[in-house]
């Protein structure tokens, strides 16, 4: 279904693939209650109701991964940019351009 090929979406989509997860329990739950109206009344549980209800958990399960790893995807870049911002330096090109040598010391 489109709910599992969100997972094959590049991690800068974040957006799209929670809207699709989204649109898709919207038109799920719709379906539910369609289907729930047109059943007669049980006091039991019926098997439609389970996979109807299995069936809506898939897209609220994806979109929890997709925020969790998109949580992953944003710490793991913050910490290269403080690695990065911690290093000392100097100059256009970074690395240790422009250190000041000791006096005394030959090429």
């Known amino acids: 279904s489109i709910v599992y ?7 800068f989509f974040f957006e799209a693939i929670v809207t699709v997860n ?8 719709t379906l539910f209650i ?21 069936s809506l958990s898939i897209p609220f399960v994806e979109v929890l991964i997709q925020i969790y790893i998109d949580y992953l995807y944003n710490k793991e870049n913050k910490e290269k940019d403080d690695e990065e911002s911690k290093c ?3 100059g256009k090109n970074g690395g240790w351009i422009g250190l000041k040598r000791k006096t005394g010391d030959s090429l």
């Open 88 to 90: 000392p330096t100097e």
């Open 5 to 11: 090929a969100t997972n094959f979406f590049k991690d």
């Open 34 to 54: 369609s289907v729930s109206g047109t059943l007669p009344t049980t006091s039991y549980v019926k098997l439609v109701d389970v996979w109807m209800i299995f």
């Open 22 to 29: 989204l649109t898709a329990l919207l038109v799920l739950t």
